[in-house]
């Protein structure tokens, strides 16, 4: 439990920034599909902004990128191939 009348003088030595690789976010492929049929497949970047483009000009829908996530599929890698 968090004291707030306590202050911590030492540095702290045990957080450390875990920076995801950008080539691990770029290989990620997500996939989105639409109760209308349509679907889109890509990068993050890709899927948001194809999925934002298509809610606003078919559905009339104004998404965030957090809706779009939120139901977006990564992509699993066929079958064939292992690595
Ligand atoms: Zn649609």
């Known amino acids: 439990m968090w004291s707030p009348d306590r202050t911590v003088r030492e540095p702290v030595?045990?957080?450390r920034i875990v920076v995801v690789?950008?080539?691990e976010v770029i290989g990620l492929?997500?996939?989105v599909e639409c109760d209308c049929g349509w679907s889109c497949r890509g990068?993050?970047?890709e899927v948001v902004t194809a999925?934002?483009?298509h809610g606003r000009d078919v559905h009339g829908m104004d998404l965030t990128r957090e809706?779009?996530?939120a139901v977006s599929k990564p992509v699993e890698a066929d079958g064939d191939g292992a690595g």
């Open 13 to 15: 030595t045990w957080i």
């Open 21 to 23: 690789s950008p080539e």
């Open 29 to 31: 492929e997500l996939i």
């Open 43 to 45: 990068t993050e970047d």
């Open 51 to 53: 999925c934002t483009a």
């Open 67 to 69: 809706q779009v996530l």
